[in-house]
């Protein structure tokens, strides 16, 4: 038969590990004859080799497991005492199982073999008499003394035992001494029963009398392919090739100023060699998941029956490779997530029964990797977590005042299941302890620089994912000078190499630099203004940075200003100290080919001096309270300009140009407004003449921001742009009731307005948005809009309308619901993510469990993009995942979903 | 017959005891000078002296860090002792002293001047003094009374 070479491969595996748990097993019998343990062990050792053999169709290997486990079995029930025949035999039975095995592993087939068949009778016949034993145990006595005789004639196998007993002499206590003349005593009964058995009998042991003085069994010694290797030897050979490296550099250089043939091909040869050598050490370090992942299925077992459950357990991703001691690491806390996961998480059989679950539970133990990182989740289809409880839980054991208990949403009282002291397990089971686990994983998947957060459905199941850097990590890098020293970029984030000119290239609005890069706009960086950093030859060299790094940390794009750029290479991430633990924009230091340090740095970091990220600087650090993320907390960039003497606003977002425009380029074509812009025409767009406001006066040259939708271009006339500004989108209601505004704010003491810039368009060319012609909609579509910023519920509520909806806002989840308890009748649902009281998450949750709305279509809208949010929000069940401020993808998301 | 036994083996132990005690009774340390203070740190906590290594400074790092350097393929972290211990004195620093640290990367203290290798009795070391002028206290740990001078024992697990 010919076997897939994986399945095969596992067998054998599987093979010699029960080869030596049999080995080892019977030898603790031998001196502890009474241990039912290593007896039930030793049997479920054979049977499954049994069992195993059966699949593949290995016969004699099945045969010899059937005969030992049908021994064994008769030692567990008791009807057996593990006597030396017995123990020699199964002993025997396990060096030719070992003999199968290692012609199987060359040969991919059983031996055939003379010696093996006859071993195979014995062994059967060996089986017989012990039957007879059990049944003669009655009359030991009678027989043993009518049979003296008999014994020598009959039964040279009786030799065997004499044979042995000397051997055995060494041993002995007073019991065994005892114990042989029984076996003696036992043999005697055994010619008794059945001539015909006798004959036969005597036949065999004749040729086993043949097979003493040969070899009685063979003795094979199964070689190891694998061997275990102190870590820290490991280490220090990944050193030892990182210094032969620079030692090889060194050489390289030296080398290449002297002219001499042999000495270069020898040098090159020296230097292919390294790089082999360091590339396979590498190699060594990096270790499959599955290692870890293939202990679980024998605890997911015993734990399941022990705990009376039943659970059906799925790996998945095994062969996702991740550094050897981060393996180590994570066995402890996988192990204890597992154990809450069966204990905890999954119900009784009758219990799932009850509530229309499979009676058996279903356990993912997944790993995948994702950017940089290792994923690995642990999910349970069980009875998922009770945050109600975990409110009341917060409240009772002070960990949230009342106040804050109420307003926190689910993802902030799951993270309290972290904290220390905090456990709702009502029984503390023997199983998994207290609930000092949680906090211990949590700390120990923290030191490997990795995160962990629970996701729940109550009554649906639990979700935990475990994130963990790739650390040991040789990541392409890009290498660029600040001052004259070395610093590096991973390419992950690099985007494009732009050399540009400052002083024309950059525009500078208020305290921050911009970029056009092909119509977008990007805030730039300095890398030496960051670093604050003094020049490494003490000139200073202010203005000399030319080139332009546009690099992303996925959501976010910036430019880096740098002095050089010097070259792309493979960098090994070597960690910094923890004097460098809360420096931002640093992740770490590597070492160059010329024995150099070069620090790495982190974009996201990065990002932080321009203000963008602040949802990810939230994550990097311990929510020590519970925050509450409305619009409130958003922050977006905004542009500030002045349109005569009124001082406007827009998010920078939505504006795709900023230029300068001399009045004299101004034109009236066709009874409109004009500019010629890049051999466009752009129709100029007079705020004033929309808006309640006083209008700009003429100026010489006028500050244009244009804004674009699909092909179309418009530009607003500003008198000057102020300033760039990070702040909320609170905004007072009410004062300015005009559309196109959408409220007000004030911001260093001057009242700024806040434009609906769809609003103004359309007022201005209500042609503009329309792209097809729609049919007369007989049912007008309702939305019902979740949404707790004014800005964003404004603009929103807006431009739906005028594409004919009827729309309905509310400010949060909870509002949601209650509206559509009262009026179901909606089609569409669009729901920000963070809103206070109930956020998007749970709006969702709420809609898919109520059988009413479970199919009314979502959409989830949210200020910036995140790929792990748009997971979550899917996984919720919505159907559409978009940004606040594209317009277009939302009213299209919206067509497809009605349509 | 227990009784006199007893007493055998207190009499035993304190003999015992006596020679432990002959046997620890100095600690070696490694002094260097700080200005003009003459310090020490124990030399079991130190793995090698260094000089002229190249420092790849680490800007925005607080201020008594120098910098970071390439010990033999390990990122050592170099802080400015004098710094750190808030020496009013203005020193040059040019000598590294690397310093074990358990389980990570080792740490480099650089200083100005090495001075002797002393031994210094156990029981002769005593509690810093209430005030010490021109440097933080709270990283002394002993002082010890030297014929012209005194030697300020620092206390490295806080200078970490």
Request: glycine letters at 6%; a negative charge; aromatic letters at 6%.
């Amino acid at each position: 038969m010919v076997f897939d070479e994986d399945i095969l491969q596992d067998f054998l595996v599987e093979a010699k590990e029960a080869i030596t748990n049999l080995e080892e097993g019977f030898l603790e019998l031998e001196k502890d004859k009474e241990n039912l343990e290593v007896i039930r062990s030793l049997f479920r050792s054979m049977h499954s080799l049994k069992g195993a053999s059966g699949f593949f169709g290995f016969k004699s290997l099945e045969s010899i497991a059937h005969f030992s486990e049908d021994i064994l079995s008769k030692i567990r029930d008791g009807l057996l005492k593990p006597e030396e025949d017995i123990i020699d035999m199964l002993l025997k039975a396990v060096d030719w199982i070992k003999f199968i095995v290692q012609h199987l592993e060359t040969q991919k087939e059983e031996p055939i073999d003379d010696n093996l068949l006859e071993f195979l009778v014995s062994l059967s016949n060996f089986t017989e008499k012990l039957k007879k034993r059990i049944e003669g145990k009655e009359e030991p006595m009678q027989k043993a003394s009518q049979e003296p005789s008999q014994e020598t004639t009959q039964e040279p196998n009786a030799q065997e035992p004499t044979e042995e007993v000397p051997q055995e002499v060494e041993k002995v206590e007073v019991k065994e001494e005892t114990d042989k003349e029984e076996e003696e005593k036992k043999k005697e009964e055994e010619p008794k029963a059945v001539a015909e058995k006798a004959v036969a009998e005597r036949v065999v042991s004749e040729k086993e009398k043949k097979e003493i003085p040969q070899t009685a069994t063979p003795h094979v010694e199964l070689t190891e392919t694998h061997i275990k290797v102190d870590v820290k030897l490991l280490d220090t050979l990944m050193n030892l090739a990182g210094e032969l490296v620079l030692a090889r550099n060194r050489v390289v250089q030296l080398a290449q100023k002297i002219l001499d043939d042999d000495l270069s091909r020898s040098v090159q040869a020296l230097s292919m060699i390294t790089t082999e050598i360091q590339e396979t050490i590498m190699k060594t370090r990096m270790q499959p998941i599955g290692m870890v992942f293939n202990k679980f299925p024998r605890i997911v077992r015993d734990l399941a029956k022990s705990l009376g459950k039943k659970v059906n357990l799925h790996l998945e991703g095994t062969e996702t490779e991740l550094d050897r001691s981060i393996i180590e690491s994570i066995k402890d806390p996988l192990t204890h997530l597992v154990r809450n996961a069966i204990d905890h998480g999954i119900e009784p059989p009758e219990l799932r029964v009850q509530m229309g679950k499979r009676e058996e539970g279903t356990l993912y133990l997944r790993a995948y990797q994702e950017g940089g990182q290792v994923v690995i989740e642990i999910e349970d289809d069980g009875r998922g977590i009770d945050v109600e409880k975990i409110r009341k839980k917060a409240v009772e054991k002070g960990f949230l005042t009342l106040e804050e208990a109420q307003r926190a949403r689910e993802s902030d009282l799951l993270q309290l299941i972290f904290k220390p002291g905090f456990s709702t397990a009502e029984k503390v089971t023997q199983v998994s302890g207290r609930g000092v686990g949680m906090d211990v994983v949590k700390t120990n998947i923290e030191k490997l620089g990795g995160t962990i957060e629970i996701n729940t459905i109550y009554g649906k199941g639990t979700t935990v994912r475990i994130k963990i850097p790739l650390t040991l990590a040789i990541i392409p890098a890009l290498i660029v000078t600040s001052h004259g020293w070395r610093y590096a970029i991973p390419q992950v984030n690099l985007k494009e190499l732009v050399s540009i000119d400052p002083e024309k290239d950059l525009l500078k609005v208020g305290d921050t630099e911009f970029y056009r890069l092909r119509g977008e706009i990007i805030p730039v960086l300095k890398l030496t203004e960051i670093l604050k950093q003094g020049s490494r030859d003490g000139v200073s060299k202010d203005g000399l940075s030319k080139n332009l790094v546009i690099l992303t940390t996925g959501e976010r794009v910036l430019g880096l200003l740098v002095d050089e750029i010097l070259n792309s290479e493979e960098i090994v991430v070597k960690p910094l100290g923890k004097w460098f633990k809360d420096i931002p924009v640093y992740s770490g230091a590597t070492i160059m080919g010329d024995g150099a340090l070069a620090l790495i740095l982190d974009v996201v970091g990065l990002s932080k001096y321009i203000g963008l990220s602040v949802e990810e600087v939230e994550k990097r650090h311990d929510m020590k309270g519970v925050t509450i993320k409305t619009s409130k907390e958003e922050t977006y960039f905004l542009l500030l300009f002045d349109v005569g003497p009124d001082r406007l606003a827009l998010p920078i977002a939505l504006i795709s140009r900023l230029d300068k425009v001399k009045a004299e380029e101004l034109q009236i074509v066709g009874g409109k407004e004009v500019i010629l812009y890049e051999e466009k025409v752009v129709p100029v767009i007079r705020l004033e003449n929309y808006l309640p406001l006083q209008g700009l006066p003429y100026q010489d040259q006028y500050t244009v921001l244009f804004f674009t939708e699909r092909d179309k271009t418009c530009a607003i006339l500003c008198s000057a742009v102020v300033d760039t500004f990070e702040t909320t989108l609170e905004v007072e209601e009410g004062l300015y009731n005009h559309p196109g505004i959408l409220g007000h704010k004030i911001i260093d003491g001057k009242t700024v307005l806040f434009i609906d810039i769809y609003k103004v368009i359309e007022m201005y060319d209500p042609e503009w948005f329309i792209v097809k012609i729609k049919e007369e909609e007989i049912h007008v579509k309702r939305i019902l809009l979740a949404e707790d910023s004014p800005f964003f519920r404004n603009m929103m509520k807006n431009y739906l309308s005028a594409m004919g909806f009827e729309v309905v806002c509310v400010e949060n989840g909870r509002e949601a619901l209650e509206k559509l308890n009262i009026d179901p009748h909606f089609d569409l649902i669009i729901t920000d993510i963070e809103m206070p009281e109930m956020d998007g998450f749970e709006l969702l949750k709420e809609l898919r469990a109520n059988p009413q709305f479970s199919k009314l279509p979502v959409i989830v809208v949210t200020a910036l993009a995140g790929e792990d949010i748009k997971k979550k929000v899917f996984e919720l069940g919505a159907n559409g995942y978009e940004v606040k401020l594209q317009r277009d993808q939302v009213l299209e998301r919206i067509n497809q979903l009605l349509s | 017959m227990d009784i006199v036994k007893k007493e055998d083996e207190k009499v035993l132990l304190s003999k015992e005891k006596d020679q432990k005690l002959a046997v620890k009774e100095t600690i070696t340390f490694v002094t260097f000078y700080l200005g003009n203070f003459l310090c020490g740190i124990p030399a079991e906590l130190i793995m090698e002296i260094n000089k002229d290594t190249e420092i790849t400074p680490v800007p925005l790092a607080d201020d008594y860090i120098l910098g970071i350097m390439n010990l033999r393929g390990q990122i050592v972290t170099v802080m400015d002792l004098a710094k750190r211990v808030n020496l009013k004195e203005q020193i040059k620093p040019t000598i590294n002293l690397i310093i074990k640290n358990e389980g990570e990367a080792p740490v480099s203290f650089v200083v100005e001047r090495i001075g002797d290798i002393l031994e210094v009795p156990f029981d002769k070391v005593e509690k810093p003094p209430e005030k010490v002028e021109g440097i933080s206290k709270e990283y002394i740990k002993n002082v010890y009374q030297l014929p012209d001078k005194i030697l300020l024992i620092f206390d490295v697990d806080k200078l970490l």
